[in-house]
């Protein structure tokens, strides 16, 4: 992998930041533009890396507000493409009134890329996030996490050591500059949240209106950690609804004809693969593939075959260079917000606890991680505050297996008066234009186009 003396320059601190805008190579419709920004934020006049960002321009000028950036999903995935594949989704009045802005993350896509290098088993993207091992052992997750944060120490360069959610809300602004913008309204979505959050606390008279769809609990002693545990909470709110479709549906997949019955067969299924494996399914694949089943409905009958016994079909992944940016960006990112605990003891014993208390998810969110091992010290995480106006909307599904309700109302109390939160009574990652729920779509294009800032129930 190339090291980062191929990437990042060393373009003075006074350097333009206006953009060179050209028609993008991957999405037509849109304009592109590489802007520089440091390095390292503490050092504005040393090295600087390159952010890829988009745009596509409203086409009623008249009725222009301002730039709606996107904000990805990760850490670690690219967003250069977002304004063409989620941007043009947006209803026209939103459309009308926004230029749609896109950006791929440091370390990411067309940004100045970063990589650990990591090889072999511990490049299976479908096995990445550590299930435990039979009866709940966590020795290979050890060793798996002690070996990626080696290889990031040992490839990553010193840009691993600059990213963070900090760092992306500072990026956030320095795009905010170079588009002209005295302000920057925001839809994060997922991860993409959290750096919205932190953007709107470090910089809240810069933001307009920001849209937090799918939020994490922000506490800031867990950051990734606490989202990673949260996990367990999620499936167990979204396992049922998939428990229910498949009970409806007994005859075509023969999992139980109750929700409760095709809940002890998938436990069932996961113990017997634990202790003896297919050649094309574990244990731990089968947990993986039913957590990520739940993120949408209309991935139900992948995790319904699967567990019927049929062949695993190929699992969608990432391509082999995306992957190692996912992996080093998320690492840097979970491993730099907070510090982690060390214990390999104290991560045994939660696992264990985890495995009892949240048996769907089989001990996997408490267990360890590259960050119990990472070489670089953790900064000092950003604590969301109420500072501010009364500008942020959360958007919420009930029964979301990655970003659980419960979270999502820790992320609003953090926000306190600044925040309203749309609660959409569906299930599956991704709230706003994501399953169909018109109560929910409206409320957030209401708040998009002319203000409307009011709790809603949907």
Known sequence: MLGLAACVTTTPAHAATTPTWTTCVDAPLQECATLQVPLDYRDPGGP???LAV???RTARPDLRRGVLLLIPTGPGNPGLTRPTTLGLRLPRPVLDRYDIVGFDPRGTGRSTPASCGVTGPDAEAALFSPWPGPDGDISGNVAKAKRIADACARNGGDLLRHISSRTEAMDIDRIRQALGERTLSSWGVSYGTYPAAVHATLFPDRTDRVV???S???DPSRVARGWAANFAVGARDRFPDFAAWAAARDAEYHLGATPDAVTRHYLAVAETLDHNPRPDLSGALLRS???????SDASFPLAATVLRGDPTPPLPVPSPEAFQRIVAVGAATACNDVRWPRSV???????????TEYPLTGGMPANIWACSFWPYPAGDPVVISSRGPENVLLAQNRRDPNTPYSGALRMRAAFGHRARMVSVDSGGHGAYLANGNACGDAAVTAF???GTHRDATC
Not at 289 to 295: A, E, H, N, W, Y
Not at 345 to 355: G, S, T, Y
């Open 54 to 56: 988009s745009r596509i």
């Open 345 to 355: 003891e104290a991560h045994a014993a939660a696992v264990a606890r985890d495995r």
């Open 448 to 450: 998009l186009v002319d």
């Open 216 to 218: 994490g609990d922000p």
């Open 289 to 295: 593939i039913v957590f990520t089943s739940l993120q």
């Open 212 to 214: 937090l769809d799918s």
């Open 48 to 50: 600087r890396i390159s």
